[in-house]
């Protein structure tokens, strides 16, 4: 298409184009792969820090794996390649016992912290039930709970393919 | 004579398995005459009446030959598809009988279907013994539909295999004047059998029925050469719909963008100055592509994503373009959540849904995890329908008109009954619905068997209905939630303000803790109500996994904005 064309065509559409700001705050941030990477290890750390702790704990799966992947939601909804990941370690079958959730969840913070998640908001932690979430500066979310079975998930945020 | 019942169930696909072999032997056999036939000519010397007599004989028997070539190999392609057709016809039986079987039902010689139930309506009955009666009905209806769809496969093979063979022994078909593998074509040509196509208008238990009396290599065939006939087929299963409905985005891509390609070249004559003729006369087919093309690239971007991903509809000769992705496998989640936007969403800009559906799913999979259950989910974004802008003139699809969301209720209705037939067994299925998708759901469930077993609206104008009743969800499994300062949750436009809908629950919006102790981030406004890790989010992971007594229940009522029998100190006898 020539420029002139595809200028006419852009007024005549309406074309408006992408959020610029969006993208700068994307593109300020770690590629999309990076982040799969990334958190693909924290979860598998964070099984290894919870087995340690609670060999008992019993995996669904051989590996954490991408359970999803979307585009983003608003401001990042109009920006090209932007995309974000839900991550999941598998699900253990089995509780981390209460009286050692305390250890289980020190091991877990610390793998944690190492690759940047912090901010620590617990949403329950009583005998026999325990959920804290972790998240790091862009915004994704480690989510770690236990009840009668045991679950890690990276709730990621976005982040730009590259 | 018409085929019966009990004639199909004693139908086998082996006996055509073996006629098969021996046809493609035969055929095979056949053709290796052709070297022979071309080797075989008269003495080069040879002159006379004996020698033309010969040649004429020869000449007899080589057409001749291409006749019976040809009428194997038409018998041999016919039979073949029969194969495939009746191998349908047995899976289908299979089907019906497994569906009976299920369901506590019985089917007769004769194909009629019965039930130890009294299926019909007394002056006593309950409304739920009203709804039980109905729902027993729909599963007998659904049963004899199986069966009745399984006869049309079976009568349809019947009477395209039958005449194929009759041909065949009428002589009427003819190999041509060509070679031996010429006529074996023309032979192929004439044994095949056409597919059945679907029932014209059919419902989604009817394309469901239809489509189990396929086989695997028909629906592959299907799926290849007629995606249309299943994309948007509701009752069709969502894998092969998806499959059929990426076949049909290839196609609307290419011509998407060689069509634009030609009208930006027709702009310009070829001296280079421009044709404002030619552009005025393209611009606004220019601006119906450039929509398509935007949309065609959210779907590209959304099913390039990692992970699980199903592309259940897509439409393109709607005014806007039209689409349904699931994440996850809407054929085998435990939980299914159909989740219908509203005002303002369109396919180019649905990421952020998609994105929040994901989101649900994983946060309604770990919450059953971890409470000992190992349920999956699926979650649907369907916008498959005219969602209103901004900016629209009154016309069906006008913000302030309700004609959209009664179109697109029918559609979801069907939708929503099509995942449900198009399992043996029904999904655990919630519908959710945000704002003017409200309205859309609302209309949906008032066509009766939508067949969803809870119901979330939330920011919604209206439910298109002032009673309950009217809507098709079972008694105590509809729920609202509205947001502080949410506009369009006042609005009462179509129908009561659900805020003052009688009999509806109402979920909390705001930050509160849910009955185990854990804490919620509260919403306001109109468009947050999917933000991951709120109060209402979590809420909705709970209806979708089965488990709507742990939502958190509350009302977020506005003093001047809502009915006053929404108010919690309006006094109940007056309600």
Request: glycine fraction near 10%.
């Amino acid at each position: 298409m020539t420029v002139t064309t595809a200028v006419l065509m852009a007024l005549l559409t309406g074309c408006t184009g992408e959020n610029v700001d969006a993208r700068q705050q994307l593109e300020s941030r770690r590629s999309s792969a990076e982040a799969e990477r990334d958190n693909l290890a924290l979860l598998t750390e964070v099984r290894a820090a919870l087995s340690e702790v609670a060999p008992a704990l019993e995996w669904r799966s051989p590996a954490p794996t991408v359970e999803s992947g979307s585009l983003c939601k608003k401001p990042f909804d109009r920006v090209d390649g932007a995309t974000a990941q839900v991550l999941q370690s598998g699900g253990a079958f089995g509780p981390v016992p209460d009286a050692d959730w305390p250890r289980a969840w020190e091991a877990v913070k610390k793998v944690a912290a190492a690759r940047g998640f912090g901010d620590e908001h617990t949403l329950k932690d009583e005998p026999g039930e325990h959920q804290v979430s972790l998240y790091d500066k862009d915004g994704s979310e480690l989510s770690v709970g236990t009840g009668v079975n045991t679950v890690a998930s990276v709730y990621g945020a976005c982040h730009l393919e590259r | 004579m018409a085929l019966t019942w009990r004639d199909v169930t004693s139908w086998s696909h082996a006996p055509f398995a073996t006629a098969e072999e021996e046809l493609r032997t035969t055929r095979r056999d056949m053709l290796d005459l052709a070297d022979e036939l071309a080797t075989m000519g008269l003495p080069r010397h040879w002159t006379g009446s004996a020698a033309r007599a010969s040649g004429n004989r020869l000449t007899a028997v080589t057409d001749d030959l291409r006749d019976v070539v040809a009428e194997v190999s038409a018998a041999y392609t016919a039979v073949c598809d029969a194969a495939d057709a009746v191998l349908g016809v047995v899976n289908a039986v299979d089907a019906a009988q497994e569906y009976a079987g299920i369901n506590g039902l019985v089917i007769g010689a004769d194909g009629g279907v019965s039930t130890t139930e009294l299926l019909v309506c007394t002056i006593d009955e309950t409304e739920a013994d009203g709804d039980a009666r109905r729902a027993r009905q729909a599963q007998v209806d659904e049963c004899a539909t199986r069966i009745a769809e399984a006869l049309r496969k079976a009568e349809d093979v019947d009477a395209d295999l039958g005449a194929v063979l009759r041909g065949i022994e009428k002589n009427r078909i003819d190999g041509g004047a060509g070679t031996l593998a010429q006529a074996s074509a023309i032979g192929e040509v004439e044994g095949d059998l056409t597919v059945l196509k679907p029932p014209p208008g059919g419902t989604p238990a009817e394309n469901a029925a239809w489509w189990a009396t396929m086989s695997p290599d028909e629906r592959a065939f299907v799926i290849a050469q007629h995606p249309g006939w299943i994309g948007s087929r509701d009752g069709v299963d969502a894998v092969s719909r998806d499959l059929a409905n990426r076949t049909l985005l290839d196609a609307r891509r290419t011509h998407v963008e060689d069509r634009m390609a030609e009208i930006e070249a027709g702009c310009f004559r070829p001296d280079g100055s421009f044709d404002e003729a030619f552009y005025w006369k393209h611009a606004a087919e220019y601006t119906d592509l450039t929509e398509e093309q935007g949309a065609i690239a959210t779907l590209d971007e959304m099913l390039a994503r990692p992970g699980e991903h199903q592309l259940l509809g897509v439409d393109f000769t709607t005014p806007r373009t039209q689409a349904i992705i699931a994440n996850g496998n809407v054929d085998t989640a435990d939980h299914v959540a159909v989740f219908t936007p509203g005002l303002t969403s369109t396919v180019e800009g649905m990421g952020g849904y998609d994105s929040s559906m994901a989101q649900l799913m994983t946060r309604t999979e770990d919450e059953l995890f971890r409470r000992g259950e190992a349920g999956t989910v699926a979650t649907v974004t369907w916008l498959d329908y005219q969602a209103p802008q901004w900016g629209t003139t009154f016309a069906g699809d006008s913000v302030a008109l309700s004609g959209s969301a009664e179109d697109g209720g029918r559609d979801l209705s069907a939708f929503l009954t099509g995942i449900n037939t198009s399992r043996m067994t029904d999904p655990d299925l919630t519908g959710l619905a945000h704002s003017y998708g409200s309205t859309t759901l609302g209309y949906a469930l008032q066509h009766e068997g939508a067949g969803v077993d809870r119901a979330v609206f939330f920011g919604s104008p209206g439910l298109g209905t002032d009673e309950l009743d009217n809507l098709d969800v079972p008694g105590g499994a509809a729920y609202y939630a509205e947001a502080k300062w949410d506009p369009v949750g006042d609005l009462g436009r179509f129908g009561t303000d659900p805020s003052g809908l009688e009999g509806i629950a109402h979920l909390e919006t705001g930050d509160a803790a849910s009955g185990d102790g854990r804490s919620w981030e509260g919403v306001t406004g109109h468009s947050d109500y999917l933000q991951d890790g709120s109060t209402s989010q979590y809420s909705m992971a709970q209806v979708v996994g089965g488990h709507p007594e742990d939502a958190i229940e509350g009302k977020n009522v506005g003093l001047l904005t809502d009915p006053l029998d929404a108010q919690d100190w309006w006094p109940d006898f007056l309600r």
